[in-house]
């Protein structure tokens, strides 16, 4: 069975950090890129970040730019965010999501072209 399960997610005061991680299972992970996507109550969702098979090419959304980090470790079959200096507008459920070929390079901004879904993870940033 297809399978990205993703963890990492929980609350953290302005200023923290925290790191998510999607793991996959009947499927190959290394030859699909993966993104990171986040929909909070009564908004759309939004695209985050997206990484590349090998890693070789990375992209961020204006609001996270410089302090999120996506990576990836296709050994252990694995896709990572690391999440810092966090704001309480960063406060969504973020979604892990794989799609064949590499990132798109414009549009599906909501991921649209994505395959395979995490089952997501609440992010909540409060004092």
């Known amino acids: 069975q297809v399978q990205f399960v993703e963890s990492g997610g929980g609350l953290v005061q302005p200023g923290g950090s925290l790191r998510l991680s999607c793991v996959a299972s009947g499927f190959t992970l290394s030859s699909r890129a993966i993104g990171w996507f986040r929909q909070a109550p009564g908004k759309e969702r939004e695209g985050v970040s997206c990484?590349?098979?090998?890693?070789?090419?990375?992209w961020y959304a204006d609001s996270v730019k410089g302090r999120f980090t996506i990576a990836r470790d296709n050994a252990k079959k694995t896709g990572y965010l690391q999440m810092s200096s966090l704001k309480p507008e960063d406060t969504a459920v973020y979604y892990c999501?794989?799609?064949?070929?590499?990132?798109?390079?414009?549009?599906?901004?909501?991921?649209?072209?994505?395959?395979?879904w995490g089952q997501g993870t609440q992010v909540t940033v409060s004092s």
């Open positions: 999501a794989a799609r064949r070929n590499g990132c798109p390079s414009a549009g599906d901004l909501s991921g649209d072209s994505y395959t395979f």
């Open positions: 990484i590349t098979r090998l890693g070789g090419s990375t």
